[in-house]
Every structure is written in C-alpha cells, then in structure tokens.
RNA sequence: GCGGUCGUGGCGGAACUGGCAGACGCGCAAGACUAAGGAUCUUGUGGGUAACUCCAUGCAGGUUCAAUUCCUGUCGACCGCACCA
C-alpha cells in the first residue's frame, strides 16, 4: 500500500466529511480528549509532539468508536519568550515568524491525520483571543485577586532585561551565561495563595498520576505550626510562625530577615549599630542566586542591638538579622532555638551565642543539636510533656495570653503575572496621576499590542517606548494618563484555553456558563509532566476563582490527567541541538507515513515512561500492517462459503478475538498503547494460523477479518479505512462500534492449570470448568508426574487459585 | 539534605488483586520457497546441564503454601524540591 497517497486520500476524505468537527447535538454524549496545545518555537514537529498527539488520537478515535461524541480540539500558544529571543537574535517580528510557525505545523498537524477539530482552533496571540485574556485579568482584579506590589524580579545585567524564572538555569541567564541579579519592581499578582486550601484538598477529587499530585502537594507546602509574639524593646510586635512551639522555652534570639520592615525602626533605634545594618542588608540584597543555592553558605548575620521579650518567661532575647530566614515564607521572622534547630545551631556557633536544651531524647543522652521529638527539659510546668502534647498546650497557653497560637503556612506564593517583555497580553491597566490605576473598561478591550516595537532589549519594558501605545486617557477622570507597559506571562493565557475551545468564535464573551458547564471540564488531559505546577497548578487556580465568580459550576479543569514518557536520544539523553543527538521525525514520516510510525512510538515504548529512540522496531511495524494487507486483501477477494455454527477451530479463532478485545478495551483505556498492539498482534497470528490451515473461506472468518479492521483501526487509522473500503464498506470505519468482548466466547470447557508440589511445579493439567476443590486434588493427586511426590506423604492442604494452579502441600 | 519513581534476556518491553517470570516485537539460529533474498512462510531462542533437574527479576535479608509484586536494609539510575523555621 503506498501510505502517503492513502494517508492524503483519507485526510481529505474526512475533511469533506467533517469527520472530526463535534457535533453539538450529541453534546449530551461528549468526551473532551484534550492534548496540551504546541508552543510554535520551531518550525516543525519534534519527536515529542507526535508522542504526545499520535497515541492520545488513538484514545481519542478508540473511545470515538465505543459510541462517544469526542470533542479533540488543537491550538497555539503562541505568545512568549523563544519566539521574543528569536527576535533579538535575528530581528525577525515575533508577530512574523510565529505566524509562520504556526502555518507550518498546522499542516504537520494535518498530516499527522489526527481527528482534530479544527472548527475550533484557538490561537493566544490573536486579538480575538487575548482580548479574553485580559477580560479574565479585569474579572480577577474586580474580585481582588489580582493586586500590585513590589517584589523582586530575575536581572540579567549583559542583556539589560527581565527573566522569567524558567530563563534563570543555575543563576545564570540561559542565554548569556552572566550572574543574575534580583532587582526590586512593582508587579502584577494573582491570589493563587487563597486557594491554597482548596487546591491542596481537591487533589483528592482527581484522577492524576499520583506523583504529580504529590508534586503539587508539596508545592503548595502545608504546614502546622504555631505563631509566637515577641514584643520589642521598640513597643513593635515581632510576630514568628514555629512548627515546633514545644522548643519554646529553648529559644535563644530572634532572627528577621533582611527585608523585614521592622528592620528600619530597630536601627533608628540603635543608631551605633545602624552602619553595620545597613552593610549587612546592603549584602544580602547583593547576594545573587547562586550562592543562595548553596545549601553548604555559610550562615552570617548581624546583631541589631535590640532585645525582644520572651512571652513565657519574659527574658530578653537578642534580635539578629540573618538572610538564612526568608522574607517570603511565614513572617519573615523565626525564633531561634539553637539546641533544636540545625541552621539556628550553626548561626549560634558562629556568632558564640548561648543554647538551652529545652528537649531530651527518651532516655538517652542526647547530642545537640538535637531536632527531632522527644520530652520537654527546662520548659516550666510543660516539662515532661512529649513533642506533640507539649505543641497543643503551648500554643493554647499562647493563644490565652494572646501571644499567637495555632497557625497553618502555606510555601506557595502569590503569581506573579507581569513580565516587563513585548509578546504577550498587554495587561489592561491604566495608570492615572489623579485616580491611581484604573482598569480598562471592558468594552475597550482589547489592549492591543502593537507591531512597530523595539523589541531589543533597554532595559525596560519594550512597550514602554512606544509613546502611542503608553498614551491614553484614564477612563475615570478622562485626564491624560498612561497604560502599564507591561505583558502578561504566558501561563496566563493558558490557564483558561480549555474553555474557550468549545466556543472558539464566540465574539460577545470568552465563553458562557451554559456550554461551559455542558463541555468541561476536561475528561482526559494528556501533557508533559514538567508543567506539574506551573500550568497545571495555575489551570486549577483560574477554575475555581471562575467558579467563585459565578461564571461556571465546576471546581476542576481536568478530571483525569495523563502524562506521556518523554523520548530520549538514541544516547539515552535528552534530545538537545547542542548534543546533536535530536532525532527528527520527518524523515520516518517521509519513508513510512503517519501511521507506521505513530504504531511504532505506540508499541515500542511504554507510553508514560518513554525511553531512549531506537528505530530497529519501525520496519517491524511496517512488517505487521505488510501481513495484515495480505490477509486482509485476500480474504476481500476469496468467495465465502456459508455454513451454520462455528467448527471447533471456529470457537478457538473466536476465543483468541473475544480475549484480543477483551485486553485491547482494557489497556487502551489505560493508556498502555504497548499491551494493546500486541494483543492485536496475537489476534492476527491466530487469523493467519487459521487462514493457513483452511482452505475455504468462512463467513466466520471474514466478520474475524472485519473485526480486525475494526480493533486496528484507531492505531493505524488511514490504513484501516483504505482496507475497509478494500472490504467493499461504503462508511467511514470509525462510523463503526468498537468490538466489544462477548463473555460467552470467553468461557472455556476447560482451562490449564498449573499443578504444583509444595510450590515446585510439577505438571500441566486440564481441569474442567466447575470441578470441586476436592474433585481437584483427587483428579491432580492422580497424575503421573505428580503421583510419586505424593507417596508415603499426606497432602495437608490443597490451594487451588481458579483459572491458574493448584499447590499441593504435602509432609 | 528532603521527597518520589525505577532497576526483569543480547535489545524495546509484558506480568490484571501476591499465583506457571520473560506476553508481543526486535535480534539471532535452523529449515521451506526461490535464479536470487535485506521478500514471505515454518520452527527454535533467559542461563547452566547429556539428563533428572538446578539457577535466574540490582544486592542482602524477612513475611508467605507461593514474591518482579508486600516489608527491612543496601547499591545504582532518573526526577522534583531545596536554608520553608
């Protein structure tokens, strides 16, 4: 069969169809398959594209053909970084090379023969797309999700911009190679830490692989503990969040971090330490990524002069600053307990602060720094309390003198959404000298990004130059004011595309709450593990705060998730361009066609683990849809002979089918491609034994040949119609049920069973079906090979496990 | 450092809930058909042994009638997080 003209004819075929177009009336019915969309950085279709959308269309028409309305919608995300760097490197628009990417893969896409419907195509970087983005921005904003404040931001000081944290490998910026440094801006925020809560709890309600919610899980980083207040010497309060409130009584020093506000009152307080605060917090803002990476840094940190009060026993307690203690988790500010804590215990060796034992390991002598649980020394009336008995009356103590109490913390940190780059969604905010920052009304959307920008880098944002676009009248007071130069990051627009596809042309809302609720959430996502919690993370984020907005009902995007293997070099690395070890696909695409290599990457790899590219199997491949032609062929061509019943070969033939469908259902429901192939495999080997052995065409036989196409069809689809039509079908295959195992066919007169002799396999042997266990012993007790293990012996138990063995135990 | 996943023939990989380890395929070997075979078909193929059988799922133990599967320890590979108080 020549594939590529074949592979073309269907295409075309179906296309004419609208084979792949969902079919709203039937939406009652849906299934939402759904592959994360391609990012247009390269011209052409890696290995991994067609590894994630060659199987996930077999799932797709699989499921297709077991009677559900499939919705498989494809798309781009097309603003973002590679396409922008591409820019600066060659001065081509990003605007113009990702157009012309995206031409170039839709027709890869087209060629791959995948049932996309491209009815819906969505594409970010397109107005009537991002228009929606930035409406979702001003729904966020309304509801106080979205806020401004400082923070701090990746600077690449060579190439004068900002990186985004995926930009920052190692401390150094991937394209330039020089140290990044952190520098202070105003930014955008989305809330995603108060759904914190939620997001870690309706992990529970998914169908995900269970690493990536544990990824998740520790992301989001739950943790019980317990606010403690110190009071100042200041009249301030020093709040710090402890997960080990029964260490209290051991707390030598408070520790805040460099960035801690309070940090300015304690120096105007101690004006003779003020210089060597200021050199510290000078420091520590200086230190870049790379030494903060290094667990092994050595701890610094300096005395501010000041005391704090300890709130159980009222003694002062020396306040430090320490860039060890992180301004961004808790409070920015820890108790020190230096017996009990390894850094605390480090800092205090260094620095030759005293330690207090407050914890004893359970009866032993106890070295210090001692950090895990044992019972409370030298802590007042809670001594001999355990860890967990002493953290419950601690914290009530604390919370009845209202020094803190109970406290959970989360390490999740608010989104941060601006990036001060050129291609992304201008972020639809104005800013005004009288009203402050004023949304853009609704009905002005969209902020649209203009073309003629210097996208080459000057240090600031690139729209912040183009004076046309900066310039606008503040909504409010109608006086003159200016936009917020800045775009928004890429996962802001693929936080909510799922829902946009069901209604891709929809120009007076993003989407409504009628189909949204009806399409989505998603059945079956199927993506890279790698966007664990950046993407799948923020998905669920923008899911429930819709959901709170009123704009749809359900509280998950993607009900089940699947994550395909990734394929390695043929060195077992990574594919990278500096390696040159990337294997291209279409040069297998140009030999074989679609479907030879979307089976192989199918059956020569297990679909979640991936592995290294080894293409020895392809031909094999090849081999298989080779002999199933011929057999195929030849049956469409043999006159049929009818007969009544089913011959005793007949029943065998029907058995191995109903086995085939009976695994292939279940393992392609799993997402295990491999198992599938080869179950079809064996089925195609008992019709060629069959065929073999029988010189006349049965009619058996040729609904056997039928339900062959059937079963392959989702797996080698352009190959399956062709032969279909060869069959003399008129309708497309996929038109067609998807075999289903008939349990009858699956019951034998009699099965093999195993025998063993204390566990040592001893024979095979054919029991029929409804023998009693005691019938079962008698009958096995009495075979040749067995008998002799049995003399002189009494069997003193007989374990028969139905369809498999039987063990006999005997002494 | 913490957390997780995984180690099975020459190779890719199977083994559902603890139940005949190595499905299916590649490769290899022998044979058939052939003028020819890098086509096709048939048969064989974990290792040792002449054979009975024995040894084999990284390694060492344990639980069990039975362990690739469960438990403990250990080695190795990969992934995620990384001063999270």
Request: overall charge negative; some cysteine.
């Amino acid at each position: 069969m020549d594939m590529k003209s074949v592979e073309k004819k269907w295409q075309e075929q179906w296309e004419k169809s609208k084979l792949n177009v969902f079919n709203k009336k039937n939406a009652d019915n849906k299934l939402y398959v759904l592959e994360m969309f391609s990012y247009p950085s390269g011209a052409n279709l890696h290995v991994g594209h067609w590894y994630n959308y060659g199987p996930t269309d077999s799932y797709a028409r699989f499921k297709k053909m077991q009677g559900y309305e499939v919705f498989q919608p494809m798309g781009f995300d097309a603003f973002g970084l590679p396409a922008e760097n591409f820019a600066i490197k060659t001065g081509i628009h990003p605007k113009d090379s990702t157009e012309k990417n995206i031409a170039t893969m839709e027709q890869q896409l087209k060629n791959m023969g995948a049932m996309f419907d491209w009815t819906a195509e969505i594409i970010t970087c397109q107005e009537d797309y991002y228009k929606w983005t930035q409406w979702l921005f001003l729904q966020l904003y309304k509801k106080g999700l979205a806020y401004r404040k400082e923070a701090l931001v990746n600077w690449c000081p060579d190439c004068e911009t900002v990186l985004a944290n995926e930009q920052v490998i190692d401390g150094k910026c991937e394209r330039c190679n020089s140290v990044v440094l952190r520098k202070d801006m105003t930014q955008w925020f989305f809330k995603i830490t108060d759904y914190a809560e939620e997001l870690l709890a309706d992990l529970d309600k998914i169908d995900w692989p269970e690493k990536t919610k544990l990824m998740q899980k520790n992301w989001i980083g739950r943790s019980t503990g317990c606010e403690v207040v110190f009071d100042c010497e200041t009249g301030d309060k020093i709040t710090v969040f402890t997960t080990r409130p029964d260490t209290l009584f051991g707390v030598n020093y408070v520790v805040l971090a460099p960035e801690h506000p309070l940090v300015n009152t304690l120096k105007a307080a101690h004006p003779e330490n003020a210089q060597a605060i200021d050199e510290y917090v000078r420091y520590a803002a200086e230190a870049n990524d790379i030494d903060r990476l290094s667990t092994s840094r050595e701890k610094t940190g300096v005395f501010t002069g000041a005391y704090a009060v300890h709130p159980l026993t009222n003694q002062q307690v020396p306040i430090y600053l320490a860039d060890y203690v992180l301004y961004s988790y808790g409070t920015g500010a820890v108790m020190a307990v230096a017996a009990h804590d390894e850094r605390d215990f480090e800092f205090a060796k260094k620095y030759n602060l005293p330690m207090t034992q407050v914890i004893q390991k359970k009866g032993g002598e106890t070295a210090l720094p001692f950090c895990e649980d044992g019972i409370l020394v030298n802590s007042g009336e809670f001594n001999g309390l355990s860890g967990s008995e002493a953290r419950d009356a601690i914290a009530v103590r604390l919370t009845k003198l209202g020094k803190g109490g109970k406290k959970v913390n989360y390490r999740l940190r608010d989104w941060s959404v601006s990036r001060q780059r050129y291609w992304g969604a201008p972020i639809p905010m104005i800013h005004c000298e009288k009203c402050g920052v004023v949304p853009v009304p609704e009905k002005d959307l969209p902020v649209k990004l203009p073309y003629d920008v210097e996208f080459r880098p000057t240090g600031k944002s690139p729209l912040a130059s183009h004076e046309k676009f900066m310039h606008c009248t503040c909504p409010k007071c109608g006086g003159a004011a200016e936009r917020d130069p800045d775009t928004l990051d890429t996962f802001v627009c693929s936080s909510w595309y799922f829902l946009r596809y069901p209604e891709a042309h929809n120009d007076k809302a993003p989407f409504t709450k009628e189909v949204a609720n009806k399409m989505s959430p998603v059945d079956v996502y199927v993506g890279g593990y790698e966007h664990a919690c950046m993407h799948l993370l923020y998905a669920r984020f923008i899911t429930k705060a819709l959901r709170d907005m009123g704009y749809i009902d359900f509280d998950e995007p993607f009900k089940r998730l699947v994550h395909q293997g990734i394929i390695l070099g043929p060195d077992g690395n990574r594919m990278s361009k500096s390696r040159g070890n990337v294997v291209s696909p279409d040069k297998y695409i140009d030999e074989y066609g679609s479907d030879i290599f979307r089976l192989y990457l199918m059956f020569g790899f297990s679909y979640t683990e991936g592995g290294p590219w080894n293409d020895d199997g392809i031909k094999s491949i090849a081999k298989f849809l080779d002999r199933v032609e011929r057999l195929v062929v030849k049956t469409a061509e043999s006159p049929i002979v009818k007969s009544e019943g089913l011959t005793k070969a007949e029943k065998e033939l029907n058995y191995a089918k109903n086995f085939a469908v009976k695994n292939i259902v279940r393992d392609a429901e799993a997402f295990s491609f491999n198992t599938s192939i080869a179950r079809i495999m064996e089925y195609v080997n008992a019709l060629q034994k069959h065929d073999n052995e029988h010189e006349e065409t049965s009619e058996f036989f040729k609904d056997c040949i039928l339900d062959l196409l059937r079963m392959l069809a989702p797996f080698a689809p352009h190959f399956c119609e062709e032969l279909w039509e060869i069959c003399g079908k008129k309708t497309s295959v996929f038109k067609e049920a998807y075999p289903v195992a008939d349990e009858k066919a699956l019951v034998k007169d009699e099965t093999e069973y195993a025998v063993q002799v204390n566990s040592k396999i001893k024979a095979k042997a054919l029991i029929a079906e409804g023998m009693s266990n005691e019938e079962i012993q008698t009958f096995v007790s009495a075979l040749p090979e067995v008998a002799p293990f049995l003399e002189g012996k009494t069997v003193k138990k007989c374990i028969v496990v139905k369809g498999r063995l039987i063990n006999l135990i005997v002494g």
